[in-house]
């Protein structure tokens, strides 16, 4: 926990003896991410405060599923619903794509999913969303809002097609991606998310380019942007108050949305549960994963990077970069230092072509919220 | 060389030795074990020159396969249940083109409900596809099969599936005899296409055929499924000279000397049956088993001879046709026309049900006793089906039958086996 | 035959247990076939493999009900999975635990079972001692050869230098090596405590 020591206690510091933990209606709200970045918001005054503080929040992904402990998926789904719901007064209904999260929230006759909820196939939620609306439309239920969700391998793989129709259609579906970097339900294996020197089960760390190759993979929320959609944006799990205001600004408009949700996942990664929080933290500050929004095709916010790190700072935290650090022993590894490089341009390019460094600003929208500038807003210290 | 290994290593190991030139496949379980073992195979240079693609979806694997081996590469894929259903458009056109791609199937239920266990309704599903395919017995089984598949495909120009039993085969740890790099060679010459892009000589393959051709190209597919149908006993004749133990052919009969009751089957279930052939002889009941390992092409004429002498047939399978009965019990029944010996289906094992020893010898027994019907469902729990019943004409409104099944199911059952 | 079931929880390494124990078994010429229960699920779930050994093919697949030999990597299994279902009269009974039978809530267990065939190995501890990860697999195949014989330990060692290379292999037979003699020490205490 090192480096986020001074983090932590910034956020905790204002105001730190407000009645903690206190809701509303002065019962305790139960935190799961004490400690972290996510649930910070329980300081604040009752308006600025997450949905996931209130007592109202649906826990649309209750308790009890079976995901691995330190589950980014798990965290971003709960986050990200019932923010929907919210938004939606409750009237909602979920398609899900084959993967982690169908199967760890539904061992039947369990189920930890307290709103409506359909599994159909693997590469096929979009288009299963698209029905479902549709069928809410001809039944004069305009009311009930459709979310369709995946994982990085429903979503950029086998569910593009669908999800291209979808938002060609621009269908009145909200699209979550929920972004692990490979296949985790079958044991990880490479996805189109994975990125470039990743191990996975079917890019080994061996060879001249060990783990998954460079110049390969799908910028999703690009190519959702040039479908010319009216909401795309990126979240990750460690900004909750971020997360939640695209999740509601998306539900505030109609057609086709697109929310690109990173989350870690430490089986897959080789990360420790606890570090599901920081590592998300990470990828956004070192610049690998931005964070922004667009409407139309344009990007309208970015969230800048608050304190920029090297790239290391995140792979190092992961074994499935273990292959690019050399080892210690006697007779271990070199590493691959010009990988770990590469990587860092990728960082460096993201960084430049959306200033995501105060530096090299461009004009943003202005800091008070209005006209998208959610992103920038959590950057600025909210959290 | 005898090794202790997992199924899909196994297959791994040999598949390599076959020096495919493309492998393309999607991850999808139980067959992940088998495509990550090629992959490191290629990624470290051991299997060479060989390309191995990631792809987005099973219909680009099989796509991608059609692509290499129509460009004249020795193509290999894997998958199993959804993924082989999501490439089902391109598994059709595989074979109507005539391209000899190798494909194991890792046989695995179809959802919904979604199910990740063993039985082979995936393979039933693409029976009429035009594929060969050939059902491993044991994980031995599985890798011989697989060399004699490159060869049969290639021969006739036909597509081959080897199916085996996932988890059941695929995931268990075993005793296989793996030939040597040299053996394999020898076996198995380089391809050479019938059909292939080659810019110094054109060719243009899929075009459409109208009504006044189409029949004719299908039946000719046909007719290489009854060329295939001559080459595979010859084939596994020439394999087991060559490597020393029997694999492959169209039957294995066992203990079908003397037998009132044969039991027919095809995959690792086979195994079981045999163990209870054995326990039941030892108490006097005449039955015995005859194995298919060719499911596609049919050996007819190799199941009647096989079946002559018995009194009665049961046909133990892991799929059936909803609104209907039995699959192949259906084939084997056509194979028996005339002979007057009643067949009797028994569905077993659906989703990775257990097949006990236990259940299959009450069967038989009852089968011996002329007690069977024509349709057994074994093991196959009344109460919850009465339960479902009685509840949806109960309420209009009983939820998903998945969710009530398992709810009563776990309130009743222990939570093993 | 010889049928063992290995209990224990998703990260644990059962699956690896039954291999190792199929490719102990093998090393000394025996037949054997080792499987997962074939669930899909994640860390921290109960998950059950099975090991068979014979000394000739062994082709039945049943998933194995009537075990001669339990191993048990994760006692908080108890009130959680039926542990004991089907166990031979005559079975053996390894779990990772230091506590003993009776303390684990168990007493009725011992009466049913011969004495010197149920032992309980700090598994964890050793594992943890030996490998600095506390994986607990390795180090219970020691402890079965030892109680049962089934295979000896030295092809258990063998397997694990198969299996793993350098320092992990070495650590984890010197995990083994330590249940094996934990084991071997506490029949000789069992052995003049119940002299019948
Ligand atoms: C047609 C088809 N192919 C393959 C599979 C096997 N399969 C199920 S989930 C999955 C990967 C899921 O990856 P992703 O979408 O990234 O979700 P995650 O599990 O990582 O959350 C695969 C390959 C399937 N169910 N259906
Ligand atoms: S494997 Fe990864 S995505 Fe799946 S439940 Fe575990 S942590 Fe979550
Ligand atoms: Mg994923």
Not at chain 1, 199 to 226: H, S
Not at chain 1, 232 to 252: G, N
């Amino acid at each position: 926990m090192t480096d986020d020591a001074p983090a932590i206690a910034r956020a905790v510091g204002t105001g730190a003896r407000t009645t903690p933990g206190d809701s509303p209606v002065g019962q305790p709200v139960k935190f799961y991410q004490v400690g972290s970045f996510a649930a910070g918001n329980r300081l604040l005054d009752e308006a600025h405060r997450s949905v996931q503080s209130t007592l109202g929040r649906t826990n649309s992904l209750t308790s009890g599923h079976r995901a691995c402990q330190g589950c980014g998926e798990a965290l971003g789904a709960r986050y990200a619903l019932d923010a929907a719901m919210r938004a939606a007064q409750g009237r909602m209904a979920v398609v899900n794509a084959t993967g982690c999260l169908e199967v760890f929230s539904t061992p039947y006759p369990e189920t930890s999913w307290q709103i409506p909820w359909l599994h159909s196939l693997f590469g096929n939620a979009p288009a299963v969303a698209t029905g479902v609306a549709a069928a809410y439309r001809a039944k004069g239920r305009d009311d009930v809002r459709v979310v369709g969700q995946a994982g990085d391998g429903g979503t950029v793989d086998i569910g593009f097609g669908c999800l291209s129709g979808m938002f060609e259609r621009n269908d009145d579906v909200l699209f979550i991606c929920y972004d692990n970097e490979a296949y985790m339900n079958t044991g990880v294996q490479r996805s189109g998310a994975t990125p470039p020197g990743a191990r996975t089960a079917t890019t080994e760390a061996i060879g001249r380019e060990p783990g998954n190759p460079f110049g390969q993979g799908k910028d999703m929320p690009r190519l959702a942007m040039a479908h010319q959609i009216p909401y795309v944006a990126t979240a990750t799990v460690a900004e909750l108050h971020d997360l939640e205001a695209k999740v509601e600004k998306a539900m505030s408009l109609r057609g086709a949305r697109y929310i690109h949700l990173f989350v870690p996942c430490p089986l897959g990664w080789g990360s420790a549960p606890h570090d599901t929080i920081r590592l998300a933290r990470l990828v956004k500050e070192c610049g690998l994963f931005p964070v922004f929004e667009a409407e139309h095709g344009e990007v309208t916010s970015v969230s800048k990077i608050r304190r920029q790190v090297p790239v290391e700072d995140y792979l190092r935290l992961q074994t499935r970069y273990r292959h690019l650090f050399g080892s210690s022993e006697p007779g271990g590894s070199e590493g691959r230092p010009d990988i770990v490089e590469r990587i860092q341009r990728i960082a460096d390019a993201n960084i430049r072509r959306l200033g995501l460094l105060d530096e090299t600003l461009d004009e943003g929208p202005p800091p008070d919220g209005s006209g998208g500038g959610l992103s920038d807003r959590a950057a600025a210290g909210v959290l | 060389m005898l090794r202790q290994i997992e199924g899909s290593r196994a297959v791994a190991e040999v598949v390599s030795m076959c020096r495919p030139e493309v492998v393309c496949a999607y991850p999808i379980s139980p067959q992940t074990h088998i495509i990550e073992a090629v992959g490191r195979k290629v990624k470290s240079g051991e299997l060479a020159p060989c390309e191995f693609i990631n792809v987005e979806s099973e219909f680009a694997a099989m796509s991608v396969s059609i692509g290499a081996s129509a460009a004249g590469a020795r193509a290999y894929t894997a998958t199993a249940s959804q993924g082989l259903l999501f490439m089902i458009e391109a598994v059709f056109n595989a074979a109507g083109l005539g391209l000899p791609i190798v494909m194991t199937l890792a046989n695995r239920a179809i959802g919904a409900p979604i199910n990740i266990w063993n039985d082979h309704s995936d393979a039933m599903a693409v029976r009429d596809s035009g594929w060969v395919q050939l059902f491993a017995e044991t994980n031995q089984d599985a890798a011989d099969l697989h060399i004699q598949a490159f060869r049969l495909a290639e021969e006739v120009s036909l597509p081959v599936m080897v199916c085996m039993d996932g988890y059941v085969l695929t995931h268990a740890v075993e005793r296989v005899d793996l030939p040597g790099q040299q053996e394999v060679d020898s076996f198995l010459p380089p391809y050479v296409p019938r059909q292939v892009l080659d810019p110094s000589e054109p060719v243009s393959i899929g075009a459409m055929v109208g009504p006044e051709a189409f029949e004719e190209v299908r039946y000719l597919a046909h007719v290489r499924q009854l060329q295939a149908l001559e080459l595979i006993p010859e084939v596994a004749g020439e394999f087991a000279e060559h490597f020393g133990r029997p694999a492959g052919g169209f039957v294995r009969p066992y203990r079908t000397e003397g037998a009132e009751t044969i039991v027919v089957a095809m995959g690792s279930v086979l195994g079981t049956i045999k163990d209870t052939v054995d326990a039941l002889r030892e108490k006097g009941t005449a039955v015995g088993v005859l194995g298919i390992t060719s499911f596609r092409p049919f050996p007819g004429a190799a199941l009647r001879d096989g079946l002559a002498g018995a009194k009665r047939v049961v046909v133990v399978e892991k799929a059936f046709s909803i609104g209907f009965g039995g699959v192949l019990s259906t084939d084997v029944a056509m194979a028996l026309t005339g002979l007057s010996i009643p067949v009797s289906t028994v569905v077993a094992g659906l989703g990775g049900r257990p097949i006990m020893g236990k259940s299959l010898a009450a069967v038989f027994v009852d089968a011996d006793h002329g007690r069977l019907g024509e349709l057994t469902f074994l093991d196959l729990r009344k109460d919850l089906i009465d339960k479902e019943l009685a509840r949806m004409a109960d309420r209009r409104r009983s939820g998903p039958t998945a969710e009530n099944v398992l709810r009563d199911a776990q309130s009743v059952l222990p939570s093993l086996t | 035959m010889f049928q063992v079931r290995i209990h224990g929880r998703g990260g644990q390494g059962v699956v690896t247990a039954a291999e190792l124990l199929s490719a102990a078994a093998f090393a000394g010429g025996l037949w054997s076939q080792a499987f997962p229960s074939f669930g899909s699920e994640r860390t921290g779930a109960p998950v059950v493999a099975y090991c068979r050994i014979d000394d000739h093919e062994i082709r039945t697949r049943e998933p194995v009900v009537e075990p001669d030999a339990l191993i048990v990597q994760d006692v908080t299994l108890i009130h959680q999975v039926d542990l004991f279902a089907g166990l031979k009269p005559e079975g053996y009974v390894l779990m990772n635990s230091g506590r003993s039978f009776e303390e684990l809530g168990l007493g009725d267990l011992v009466l049913r079972l011969p004495r010197d065939h149920m032992l309980n190995v700090p598994a964890t501890e050793l594992a943890l001692k030996h490998t600095g990860r506390p994986v607990p697999n390795a180090v219970l195949l020691g402890g079965l050869a030892a109680v049962s014989g089934v295979v000896p330990l030295d092809a258990v060692r063998d397997a694990i230098t198969q299996r793993f290379t350098g320092s992990v292999a070495e650590a984890n037979v010197a995990a083994a090596q330590e249940a094996y003699d934990f084991v071997k020490n506490e029949e000789g205490v069992l052995a003049h405590a119940s002299p019948d």
